[in-house]
């Protein structure tokens, strides 16, 4: 992460920035005055090095609770004539998208810039949504950089597009933005003068009169007719062509980087290339420049033919027998991300030669041979979790009940304890979107199964969207029970605070808003805290709440693991006697705890990574784990 | 000048390998290159596998490095310099650290993990170097185990295969470390460059 000198460094400095800072840096050069995002990854470094900053700035920053929250205060500032920012990952737009389809009508007074960073890949994401189409469904402008220095600029210029056209601007940015790092020249931070006043005008903000509305409609229409000229000249389209080319290729975002390296790579020549960053509206008249000389064109877009879409379209109505390379015709893949390869091959397509050497026979067997013996590592359950422990105890406490484990379905949200899918805990049934697995648990318990039904929901996850679907619940008294997975903070994005954490985004302390008194004030009759590395009165908590007819909400708390590291406040080491240990391996096939190490016969606990949390000493049946007393 | 330069560092999340990553481009940014680094960070802190793309010069765009083009490899871990494999070609110098740290479905016996001969006997195969020891003892001495990203990184300064000199990524490692730690990173770096010579 970037220190606060350089974030805030000189103009014409050149700084190694990840694409997120660099976003954050072109804000600060528009001048916000406030900037807000529940965190997502690839999204969330943006208002993250923003907070750390927003004291010299003298700026509003924070996580808000979620990201249609996020929008509203954005939109309240920018309805006064500041500028303001608000970020989110890709489907975090859904949950912003009923704000911003009225905010199209209303418009911004100040700048208001939407970052949505998509993840084609997906590295992180449930789906691989791709939110260019949002812009023809908000009929908002939308702009895409294509590296870090790019995404500065295009934001900064985002802010006064906004205030031209005086709308919402979106600025669409896939992972390989967001995050890849770069050497970034600083621009100019300006300095904005202006008193914040909201002057009342019904017609722009009360969506109450259907008169208005449709007035408003073509007022939204007018001013998208206005942003074409605007998009058409945007100086970060770049058509390079000479104008003898009979081959062209239209881009956008990161695979543009891969283009040109390919291109200079192999030296291929007699090829136009248009990249294009104005996604809506787009530049029409630039594209047809292109397609008045070319014969055939590529188009490299990652996820979803959108550009190709509208290609087709502008050649229909130019009139010329253009062959389009793309999509339809499968030369580049609908799902996954792009790579230098992929590109190379639909350029290698498009110009009907071959771009370099391939790999020999032996290489691809030796790489065939590697991938059989290759281990996986996906991301497991830190040592010390609480939450695995609290899934622990789930289990015991079904098992106590006389149940089987298919007889109780345990909904799963969104956050790290959805790592709990993989072995040996297998938790979790579902994982959706944030807050759903309440709704859907409820909906279980309507449907008539006999099945038991247990939602399991992260604390922040519970803020964001779970305290709707619990007064649902309760409201229709289904017979449920709520597990609040409480590790004071939003681990999975890296640590931000929520409202139960006490903190702000910029490090003051505040009141901490308890999940168990929202239950209460709910009308829960069951509401119970526990300590999960307490296993036995964790199971026995978990007994009655299951046993209880109606909502039952059960808090398990307990701080996130690498925050304890962090703060120094855990424990010394576990470790194993190896003249007690029998190599039963109940601890490792219980807990799947990365500090249990398999060392052929016996088990062994890796010192530096045990955070001596002591649920595995519950666990082993025969005593052998013990914990090193503290010097 | 620098045309393209292409360094990967393939590690099990938690183990710095994003810190050396920064410290390798801040230097080259530092000395006038121009620098894409490409990495994957969702969950990196938590033991999954991180792999990050370090490339330097005048004709580099692309964040990821095209298959079989790496200069240098530094595996941190020896299953995940092998993860590493399709972008390791006959101009790479890999350099690994021996020392495994066992995936949890390894743990359980559900995979299992392949002897380390194998795994460098599979590396060279693609690499045109491969240099391999145990960065975890030499950490050890050095004064932490937290500190194999350092032993690395003086291994891979001592082999004179970056286009950055040492000094300047000795300053930059010292600026990037945790406050307090940086004594003992550069024990961890200076022990690096001598397994290097003295081999």
């Not at chain 1, 009759?525 to 199971?539: A, G, I, M």
């Not at chain 1, 500090?595 to 049946?621: A, F, R, Y």
Request: proline share 6%.
């Amino acid at each position: 992460m970037s220190n606060n000198s350089s974030i805030l460094g000189e103009a014409g400095k050149k700084t190694l920035m990840m694409g997120n800072e660099a976003i954050a840096r072109g804000a600060i050069e528009a001048g916000i005055k406030v900037a807000t995002a529940y965190p997502g990854t690839p999204s969330t470094e943006i208002v993250e090095t923003l907070a750390e900053v927003a004291k010299n700035l003298g700026i509003h920053v924070e996580w808000a609770v979620n990201e249609k929250v996020a929008l509203e205060i954005a939109l309240g500032a920018a309805f006064s004539g500041v500028r303001a920012l608000v970020a989110m990952k890709a489907p975090g737009l859904n949950v912003a998208m009923d704000a911003l389809m009225s905010a199209t009508y209303s418009g911004v007074n100040g700048g208001l810039v939407i970052v949505v960073a998509d993840d084609p890949g997906p590295h992180t994401t449930q789906t691989e949504q791709d939110n260019r189409f949002m812009s023809k469904i908000t009929l908002l402008p939308m702009l895409e950089p294509s590296d870090p220095q790019e995404a500065k600029d295009i934001v900064k210029e985002a802010f006064k597009i906004s205030e031209k056209l005086q709308l919402p601007v979106i600025v669409r940015t896939t992972t390989r933005v967001n995050h890849t790092s770069a050497d970034v020249i600083l621009g100019e931070i300006e300095v904005v003068k202006k008193e914040p006043w909201f002057y009342k005008e019904p017609m722009r903000y009360i969506r109450a009169s259907m008169a208005w509305n449709l007035t408003r409609h073509k007022w939204l229409n007018q001013q998208m007719e206005k942003a074409k000229e605007i998009m058409e000249n945007l100086p970060f389209n770049k058509l390079e062509m000479k104008g003898d080319e009979k081959v062209g290729v239209i881009v956008s975002g990161v695979p543009y980087n891969y283009l040109k390296e390919v291109i200079k790579k192999y030296v291929v020549k007699k090829v136009a290339v248009l990249k294009i960053s104005a996604i809506n509206p787009l530049p029409e008249k630039l594209i047809k420049k292109l397609l008045s000389k070319v014969d055939k064109v590529l188009v490299l877009e990652e996820l979803e033919p959108y550009l190709e879409f509208h290609v087709k379209s502008l050649i229909s109505e130019i009139g010329r027998n253009i062959e389009v390379l793309g999509k339809f015709n499968g030369i580049t893949p609908r799902e996954g991300e792009f790579s230098p390869e992929v590109v190379r091959s639909a350029l290698e397509k498009l110009l009907n030669i071959k771009l370099g050497k391939r790999f020999r026979d032996m290489r691809e067997k030796v790489l065939e041979e590697i991938k059989s013996i290759l281990p996986r590592r996906a991301p497991p359950m830190c040592p010390g979790c609480p939450h695995r422990a609290t899934y622990i105890a789930l289990k015991k406490a079904i098992k106590r009940l006389g149940l089987k484990l298919e007889e109780v379905s345990v909904f799963g949200d969104i956050g790290c304890y959805a790592l709990s899918l993989q072995p040996p805990l297998e938790a979790i049934w579902t994982e959706h979107c944030m807050g759903a697995s309440i709704g859907m648990a409820a909906g279980l318990y309507f449907a008539g199964s006999r099945q038991k039904a247990v939602a399991t929901i992260g604390d922040s996850t519970f803020f964001h969207m779970g305290i709707q679907p619990l007064i649902d619940a309760v409201q229709h008294n289904a017979n449920i029970t709520v597990i609040v997975l409480d590790n004071g903070t939003i681990a999975m994005t890296g640590h931000q605070p929520h409202p139960g954490s006490g903190e702000i985004a910029t490090g003051e302390k505040v009141k901490p808003i308890l999940i168990e008194d929202i239950a209460k004030a709910i009308g829960v009759k069951f509401v119970k805290v526990v300590d999960p590395y307490d296993l036995k009165e964790t199971t026995d908590v978990l007994v009655e709440a299951l046993k209880f007819e109606g909502v039952s909400v059960v808090v398990a708390r307990r701080l996130c693991a690498i925050l304890a590291v962090r703060r120094k406040l855990t424990g010394p080491p576990c470790y194993v006697d190896p003249d007690t240990c029998t190599g039963c391996r109940t601890c490792i096939l219980q807990l799947g705890c990365p500090s249990l190490v398999w060392e052929g016969e016996k088990t062994v606990i890796d010192t530096d990574t045990c955070t001596g949390c002591g649920v595995c000493i519950q666990v082993c049946p025969y005593n052998a784990i013990k914990m090193e007393k503290e010097e | 000048m620098v045309k393209e330069f292409n360094l990967l560092i393939s590690a099990v999340g938690g183990q710095g390998g994003l810190t050396l990553s920064r410290v390798i481009a801040s230097a080259a940014v530092k000395i006038g290159l121009k620098v894409r680094v490409g990495e994957t960070l969702g969950m990196s802190q938590r033991g999954g596998a991180v792999i990050s793309f370090v490339r330097m010069g005048e004709d580099v765009y692309s964040p990821l490095i095209p298959e079989g083009e790496t200069d240098v490899l530094i595996g941190m871990e020896p299953i995940e310099a092998l993860r590493a494999a399709k972008y390791v070609g006959p101009k790479t110098v890999a350099i690994v650290n021996t020392r495994p740290i066992k995936p949890v479905p390894v743990n359980l016996g559900l995979e299992e993990y392949p002897p380390i001969e194998k795994v460098i006997e599979l590396l060279s195969k693609l690499s045109g170097k491969v240099i391999n020891f145990d960065a975890y003892e030499i950490a050890k001495h050095a004064g932490s185990t937290r500190v194999v990203n350092s032993v690395m990184l003086g291994a891979i300064v001592a082999l004179k295969v970056l286009p950055i000199p040492r000094e300047t990524i000795l300053e930059t490692l010292l600026e990037n470390v945790p406050k307090g730690t940086e004594k003992i990173n550069e024990a961890a770096f200076k022990l690096g460059e001598d397994k290097i010579k003295e081999d």
